[in-house]
């Protein structure tokens, strides 16, 4: 098969392009990304190494109508898998516009060159965080059918990206398949992420910034169980669907930097509390019974030996992320009022 990998350049997208290179050996992947701060083709050295013969790079704007054109003209993709995204929260309280721009006008416009050049299948890359909050006391899960109530403008963006998928499939017969996936962590992820930040800021010896409601809880699934639900929505997932994706695996911010402290064996007096950003979530928790029991997945990454081995990589791969620490930081707490 050939596979037009979207934002294969970016934290999710680089693992699945080597994760699909290497499961599916006769397959060529192009890796359409337009390389924003938080895409790094450093993060496919190897894979360009290994599998040159099955891999080729285009820098392109899935927002741009003549580059994804001449991409699917060029290669002839039969398979789109769409991670390309503007996917940092905090960015997208500064500066939203462009988080619309490539997240739904973007989708619109691949799905738009899809319909006209004909594609076997159309994977978009959503997230848990279209449905909105819980309340961290509530006994409810998100479920498939539950409705999309985004607070953020980067859950907006994403929840707007999945009507758009839907819309499509409904109106022009796209075969598309929609993954809901909760928060991902692994190698490779951009160190403006909690995970990342956390660990770079400890390992510069500098306090871990934990916004005030330091119980508000995520749901981690590592990058690699997610590469392999995405293969098999691909494969197996039903046209028109949308699946969730999550582990039950659900940790407090408060917890995630005692156990990055704790496997860096550093002390707990190196947290520090600042400002919540505007409309921080509490919770997110996925009801993902739906793809566990239509396509068989179940994650395999246990999370406690999953995060120590990301902080282990951290520590062992420096040189990856402290140029990156300097790309387009965020200032947390600096946010816009109202009036501008
Ligand atoms: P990322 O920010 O690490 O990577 C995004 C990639 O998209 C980058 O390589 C960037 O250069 C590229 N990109 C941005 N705008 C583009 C454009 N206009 N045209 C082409 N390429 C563009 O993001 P990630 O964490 O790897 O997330 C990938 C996808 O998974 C996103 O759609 C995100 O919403 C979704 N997702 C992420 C998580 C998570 O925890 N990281 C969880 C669920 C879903």
Known sequence: MRLLVTGGAGFIGSHFVRYWLTNHTQDFAVNFDLLTYAGNPQNLTDVVEKFGD?????????????????????????????????????????????????????????????????????????????????????????????????????????????????????????????????????????????????????????????????QNRREWVNVLDHCRAIDLMIHQGRIGEIYNVGTGAEKTVEEIADSVLNVLD?????????PDRPSHDRRYLLDSSKIRTELGWKPLVDFTEGLRETVQWYVENRQWWQALKERDAVQEGNWPSQKG
Not at 118 to 135: A, I, K, M, N, W
Not at 266 to 274: A, D, E, F, G, I
Request: some cysteine.
């Open 54 to 214: 099955r891999y080729v790079f285009v820098q392109g704007d899935i927002a741009d109508t003549s580059s994804v054109e001449t991409a699917f003209t060029v290669h002839k993709p039969e398979i789109v898998v769409n991670f390309a995204a503007e996917s940092h929260n905090s960015w997208a309280i500064i500066d939203p516009g462009r988080f619309f721009r490539t997240n739904v006008l973007g989708t619109q416009t691949l799905l738009e060159v899809a319909r006209r050049k004909g594609v076997e299948r159309f994977q978009h890359v959503s997230t848990c965080e279209v449905y909105g909050d819980l309340p961290l006391d509530s006994g409810e899960t998100f479920t498939e059918q539950s409705p999309c109530r985004p607070r953020t403008p980067y859950n907006a963006s994403k929840a707007g990206a999945d009507h758009a998928v839907q819309a499509y499939h409904y109106t022009f017969n796209i075969p598309t398949v929609i993954s809901r996936c909760s928060n991902n962590y692994g190698t490779f992820q951009f160190p403006e992420k909690v995970i990342p930040l956390f660990t770079t800021k400890a390992l510069d010896g500098q306090p871990l910034p934990l916004y005030k409601h330091s």
């Open 266 to 274: 550093l002390p707990q007096n190196m947290k520090t509390y600042v």
